[in-house]
């Protein structure tokens, strides 16, 4: 039998219909090199700052995304024999060879998933692969991405660079000293890479460590951070730290949307228990609902754009979490009320026109019950593009079907890649472009919207929104 071919059709994602499908080709073809803005997403610096090769095949494409490794787990691999490293050092695979085979055999099961088709883009666009993968093709596979990354063309701030990536944002800690930013700055490299507040891990006293995040906090900021005032001084003086490396927002990975608006001596009475410890369930879920209220009011001093991904379990497989760890691939997502949770935040701040929220969600349910009414109201709020397992042609489409009629397009920001997969940023920016224009040629087909229109929108959608609303 013949080897199957990979082919990227030009036409994929757009409507079937032949008028639509004229229409979105010019949409389409309007978008289609805009340069990439992605002011949300989990690179890592180091790429940038150091600009080493990648090592290998299956160190790039398989062992860091749990995209991938979560399908494969779910059909009974095992994640030591994809080299996913565990906390405890028990042996895994070492061998990238066997990790790839292991990988290209199960290829199958991606069928029909936004994983497989951003593969594919990066496989025929990259590295010049124009025969499918499978178990046959796997060394093929391997030798040509090997081969490929050896060379200076695919480092780092190349592929950067051919990726036409305008900005991109990196996601840290308050407790990181930012020392890959730091190196990108000194190299005087020109590509623009900023980091993104993320504080998780000293505003959730459930987080793992957090009294010792907390003293790591006091150290980097110079500031006494075991009490209520030191505390919020000491988040001050890091999100001026990190604005000074580029940051324009703030991230928030809460369980639930959950603000509060306590009293004084109550956040000082949970403060207190979560610096020992103690401070867990319903008390938890208050101090970081308070804690979003303080960064809401922290970002109308510092113009930080502020985002809120609520409402995946983390870590769900208690197993899972104690072999390996976080980002395992066993984040499940949960129903998500934003209307209650968020009114005690949006009681002090909704009404203001200098403050962005940007609000995600998992709960599909959400969209037109809760956040299209949301921020087609409060001026402070926008919409976060689909996210995460609804970050697909499918997910795309129902987040405008279900947003757009209450909230329009003006109250969204435009794509997010969100990914660690490096070589996946293009095609990603690729689907969220084509299925926009894909709607958008549906609006104008049906006599509801001027194709010139559509054009503006269009752009707006794959770059001038992210600009606008992150700040850029
Ligand atoms: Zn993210």
Redesign the pocket.
Known sequence: MATPRLELHPDRLLPPDPEARAIARRLYGLVEKLPIVSP?G?TDPRWYAYDQPFPDPATLFVVPDHYIFRMLYSQGANLADLGVPRLDGEPIEQDPRKIWRRFAEHYYLFRGTPTRAWLDHSFATLFDLDVRLTAETADHYYDRIAERLAQPAYRPRALFERFNIEVIAT?ESPTDPLDAHKAIRASGWKGRVITAFRPDPVVDPEFENFPVNIARLSDLSGIDATNWDGYLDALRNRRAYFKSFGATSTDHGHPTARTCDLSRAECERLFGLAITGRCVGEEAEMFRGQMLTEMARMSLDDGLVMQI?PGSFRSHNPQLFASNGRDMGADIPTRTDYVHALKPMLDLFGNERDLTIILFTLDETAYSRELAPLAGHYPALRLGPAWWFHDAPHGMRRFRELTTETAGFYNTVGFND?TRAFCSIPARHDVARRVDCAYLAELVAGRRLDEDEAAEVAVDLAYNLAKTAYRL
Do not use: K, W
């Open positions: 949300h989990h996601t991904h969100d």
